[in-house]
């Protein structure tokens, strides 16, 4: 039906050799319109935990952190440019690491 349902999210970590790697943590994703009124720019927001985020590792064909997320009821029709922010919470060293990408229809 055109409709956007899910919000497929997947996250690769890295450690300092450049390596692919199962890091423990946690994970906060949100997901804004920044063409809206402020106030209505965001569209949702999710936090992940350690538990969950482990059971979502996918090691098929692309090695990562696959996230599924419900939009159904947040997102009318994919027309403008959308915004997603991820923070990963390494629960080993305790860093934080941000990252930005803006989705285009």
């Known amino acids: 039906d055109g409709k956007i349902d899910t919000l497929i999210v997947r996250i690769q970590p890295y450690d300092n050799f450049g390596d692919l790697i199962k890091a423990a943590g946690s994970v906060e994703v949100e997901l804004w319109n920044l063409n809206k ?9 999710w936090k ?22 419900d939009v159904s ?17 390494d629960h080993l060293t305790g860093k934080v690491f941000k990252e930005q990408k803006v989705l285009e229809p």
Do not use: C, H, M
């Open 37 to 45: 009124p402020e106030g209505q720019a965001k569209i949702g927001s």
């Open 73 to 89: 009821d947040k997102i009318d029709k994919f027309d403008e440019p959308l915004t997603l922010k991820i923070t990963f919470t």
């Open 48 to 69: 992940i935990g350690p538990e969950e985020l482990k059971k979502a590792w996918n090691d098929t064909l692309v090695t990562n952190y696959r996230l599924s997320f």
